[in-house]
């Protein structure tokens, strides 16, 4: 069983940096898969980008590549989402993940955080 609870988010104005936090508890953090989606009003959740359990493997969405950074500590239990360059589009609740799949499917995805919203002005 793990816990995710997100922090971090907050209003930003174009151009800015936010890091999203998410804390994890339980035993099998680092064994799983991390990943970070978003969620626009009325759509459902689209992968904004995932690390391996080793973080040997990062990959990212296409909207976001060069801007967005995902790391994470094992013995912190803790990832990260930093994300430089924040533009208005960028608005959007940002969900963490956790799961075993290698996956951008969300229900892949076992585990949950409650969400934090960022909002980036133009």
């Known amino acids: 069983q793990v816990q995710l609870v997100e922090s971090g988010g907050g209003l930003v104005q174009a151009g800015g940096s936010l890091r999203l936090s998410c804390a994890a508890s339980g035993r099998t953090f680092s064994s799983n898969n991390m990943a970070w989606f978003r969620r626009f009003p009325g759509t459902e959740q689209e992968i904004v980008a995932r690390i391996e359990w080793s973080s040997r493997l990062t990959a990212y969405a296409d909207s976001v590549k060069g801007r967005f950074t995902i790391s994470r500590d094992n013995a912190g239990n803790t990832v990260y989402l930093q994300m430089n360059s924040l533009r208005p589009e960028d608005s959007a609740v940002y969900y963490c993940?956790?799961?075993?799949?290698?996956?951008?499917?969300?229900?892949?995805?076992?585990?949950w955080g409650q969400g934090t919203q960022v909002t980036v002005s133009a």
């Open positions: 993940a956790a799961g075993t799949a290698w996956a951008t499917n969300p229900d892949d995805y076992d585990y």
